[in-house]
């Protein structure tokens, strides 16, 4: 997967939570296969795994699941 294939996904607020956003973008069926993938080790946030579910993601974070990356677009303040 190439970096041309990063697709954006806009935001309501200035802030989304990592589990959300896995949801928002699709990534996951519900917060129950969030909670799974991220407890064990299986995203990445800005290519660094992290286990955080309430992790708080910006506009420009990325985020990598099952070879799928997802980038956080959020409204001007």
């Known amino acids: 997967m190439s ?3 990063i697709e954006e996904i ?3 607020d200035s802030m989304i939570r990592l ?11 519900d917060g129950v296969e969030a ?3 991220i407890k064990n080790g299986l995203v990445k946030v800005n290519g660094e795994i992290d ?10 974070d990325t985020v990598t699941v099952n070879g ?3 980038k ?6």
Request: hydrophobic share 40%.
């Open 35 to 37: 909670a799974e993938l």
């Open 19 to 29: 589990g959300q956003l896995l949801k928002l973008a699709s990534l996951v069926e």
């Open 51 to 60: 286990e955080r579910r309430g992790r708080q993601l910006h506009n420009g």
């Open 72 to 77: 956080v677009v959020a409204p001007e303040a």
């Open 3 to 5: 970096n041309q294939d």
């Open 10 to 12: 806009p935001i309501r």
């Open 68 to 70: 799928q990356t997802v």
